[in-house]
């Protein structure tokens, strides 16, 4: 690149080179979460730590793999997953279409959005009494607590972002000559989908947390089962595999949005 100044000969500039970027250190993340596990460990084998109050992380591992072998493990992860994918799908549909409808429509924004509102700032959490009151200890009060708790979530942000689609779009659309169904797939749906996205990997995980609260409270079956059984015999290693499973689960369905999330919206990087 090279700059002239009036009344001087041109002299070509040198403009540094850029300065390389240092590689990746992803391992670094790993520094903390591998000293508390051999911290767990040391104060497990010293006994500073007592076995029946948290079992250390090599007996974790060996119920891991002991529950793994007899079936226990995938047999609750299965039930546990069919429950969250059931109660998911019927919270999230519920919640796009209200937030869909309540967004566009001055009726249906009158009519579906203050009792929503409302309900929203109830603990959904606390109504496992009154599900178990009404449907019984069966499947129907989990997959119910965990579309609750799915539903207001996507409601409010897919309301939130059909409220916020320009509203020049809307009438450049119209004058276009689009009808409903185009200006749906066409302007509101990218409009909203950053936010309805939001909403989506904020309801994965009460999602996940409302099953662990419903299976622990009234469950023959899943890993809320496993893990409540587990503390019928002082089995805190079983526990604690419960616990990670329902963890890593929790990690990998966001990480999934999160990939999702980045397909989608390519258009805006």
Not at 28 to 34: A, K, M
Not at 108 to 137: C, E, K, N, Y
Not at 220 to 246: H, K, N, P, Q, W
Request: glycine share 10%.
């Amino acid at each position: 690149m090279s700059t002239t100044l009036p009344g001087a000969p041109a002299r070509a500039v040198e403009t540094a080179p850029p300065r390389r970027q240092e590689p990746g250190r992803a391992w670094q993340r790993w520094i903390s979460p591998v000293a508390i596990l051999v911290i767990w460990q040391l104060a497990s084998s010293t006994g500073l730590l007592a076995e029946d109050e948290l079992a250390s992380p090599i007996r974790v591992v060996q119920a891991a793999w002991d529950v793994t072998l007899s079936g226990e493990l995938p047999e609750g992860l299965l039930v546990s997953l069919v429950r969250v994918v059931v109660g998911f799908a019927l919270g999230a549909v519920l919640g796009v279409v209200l937030g869909v409808w309540s967004g566009l429509s001055r009726w249906g924004g009158l009519i579906i959005d203050p009792p929503v509102q409302m309900l929203r700032t109830l603990p959904h959490l606390a109504l496992v009494p009154l599900f178990i009151l009404w449907f019984g200890v069966q499947e129907t009060p989990k997959i119910l607590l965990v579309a609750l708790g799915v539903l207001f979530p996507i409601y409010l942000n897919v309301h939130a972002g059909v409220r916020g689609v320009d509203p020049k779009l809307l009438e450049m659309a119209q004058v276009s000559g689009f009808d409903r169904r185009e200006v749906l797939r066409h302007v509101v749906i990218p409009g909203a989908l950053p936010s309805a996205l939001t909403g989506l990997r904020l309801s994965l995980g009460i999602a996940w947390l409302s099953l662990v609260v419903a299976e622990t409270v009234s469950a023959d079956s899943g890993l809320g089962y496993l893990i409540m059984d587990a503390r019928e015999f002082l089995r805190t290693d079983v526990i604690v595999v419960g616990l990670v499973v329902y963890a890593l689960l929790g990690l990998g369905t966001d990480a999934l949005v999160r990939r999702i999330e980045k397909r989608a919206l390519r258009w805006r990087s």
